[in-house]
């Protein structure tokens, strides 16, 4: 019985070892899932130009593929973006929409000066939380939006890789 | 002496039940709050953090608390945009139940063994 016991004992603690072995090797980073498809949410949004107050989901068209670019001009990544961000607006079937996170107007109008304006449209968010609704981690982060579905993630900067990818997509 | 050690029970008592006034109201969003991982400064609840992800997610719990959510439904509503990993709290599924369950079978095992060894023998 004794004998039993420690034999069993010994065999459970093996199997913990092994379990926490293998479990050493895995990040524990988590990184969130990409290929999504969620609706938008319902919410209201503010226009950065004119200030007006719409229904969000007002903005998109069922034909059309959207990128909602979450921006600002005080986030260096997406500085780096940017041009690859010109380069997509001069695509045909598909509209960037910006939204503005916690900026101030005049840095985001100089940063946009500066480098040029790839946005359909650009929505203001003060205080983060509309990024929030749409289930975004900071900036940079954009989502591929088409039917009135988010149909895919990118969390930060994009780069070429992912631009082509992007244009294949909405091809 | 005597009114000395009754006033300072009274004041213990009352500035337990102060306490625990204020820390009813403000109570649920620090709850809800210290339940939700902070996803980009990972180790930290959002309550904790001061990241600007942390800060936002604090203004969107409270302003669903004044639209009158309650506590599951803002889970839900985080659980549907982020995934299961932004609660602290796991709850009981496909992939957590032996976190939840092996304990309770340890427990019953162990007892189990106590029982065999020390009461059946005695007897």
Redesign the interface.
Known sequence: MKNKFSILLVIFFIFVFIVFYKGLNNS???V??TQVE?DLPDLKVKLFNSEEEIEFKSLFEDSEFYLLNIWSSWCAPCREEHPLLMNLKNQKNIKIIGINY?DKKENAEFFLSELGNPYHEILEDG???K?????A???PESFLVYQNKIIQKYVGPLNQNLLTEIINLIK | MKYLKFLLIVLIFFKISLNSVSAESKDLSYKITKNLRCLICQGQSVHDSDSEFAISLKLVVNEKLNEGLSETEIYDFLKDKYGQWILYDPELNKSTYLLWLLPLLLFLIGGAIIFKKFIIKKN
Request: zero cysteines; a positive charge; hydrophobic letters at 20%.
């Open positions: 524990n980073i988590y969130p899932s969620k916690k205080n983060g939380s990024s929030i609704e749409l289930g981690y900071g900036v």
